[in-house]
């Protein structure tokens, strides 16, 4: 949505049958509206690594962007707030920070090309790989915790929307590197 108090006031609506935690307004404006230690239905059906029931297990966060656009500083800057305490109060590593997409590949597309990952890599809020290893792209995305049953080139655009947004074209050398490096430092199942 393009309003944020609209996309606020759908998730607080019975007949909406979605919801998250928190919302997050262009302005930095934060809304609660799920308790933390409450279920919140905002990613759908979805996995990460051994994890099949995603909102059962996680924190949702959503954030008023139509994805075509950046986001905006005050925005973001409550967004480092608010992972940073939702990380310390419930001992969450980085590598367990996900967007929609990477749990719902094809399914879902937010937070988007435009999300500055890196940014939250940067105040140790999320991770960020080097483009240093080899193998097979599956078998490492798996190992990472890509474990949609989804086809290759689904598979890859999730990959490439967090970790090479403005790569193109069929799967080479740099995305086999990137998810080669994810898989070794950060595979999912020794977290």
Aim: glycine share 8%; proline share 6%; charged share 25%.
């Amino acid at each position: 949505m393009g309003c944020a108090q609209k996309a606020r006031d759908w998730l607080c609506h019975d007949d909406a049958q979605v919801s998250a935690h928190y919302v997050l307004a262009p302005d930095g404006t934060t809304w609660h509206l799920v308790d933390e230690a409450d279920r919140a239905w905002h990613a759908g059906a979805g996995a990460w690594g051994p994890i099949e029931d995603v909102n059962s297990r996680s924190i949702g966060i959503e954030i008023a962007n139509t994805g075509s656009t950046p986001f905006a500083a005050r925005q973001m800057d409550a967004l480092d707030s608010l992972v940073a305490g939702i990380m310390e109060r419930h001992a969450i590593p980085p590598e367990r920070v996900i967007g929609h997409s990477d749990m719902a590949p094809g399914r879902k597309i937010d937070p988007g090309a435009r999300f500055d990952w890196r940014r939250l890599a940067r105040q140790g809020l999320s991770i960020w790989p080097e483009a240093n290893g080899a193998g097979d792209f599956t078998a490492n995305a798996r190992r990472f915790g890509y474990t949609a049953d989804v086809p290759l080139d689904t598979l890859l655009h999730s990959f490439r929307l967090r970790f090479r947004p403005a790569a193109t074209g069929p799967l080479d050398d740099t995305d086999r590197a990137i998810m080669a490096n994810l898989a070794d430092r950060w595979p999912v199942a020794a977290s």
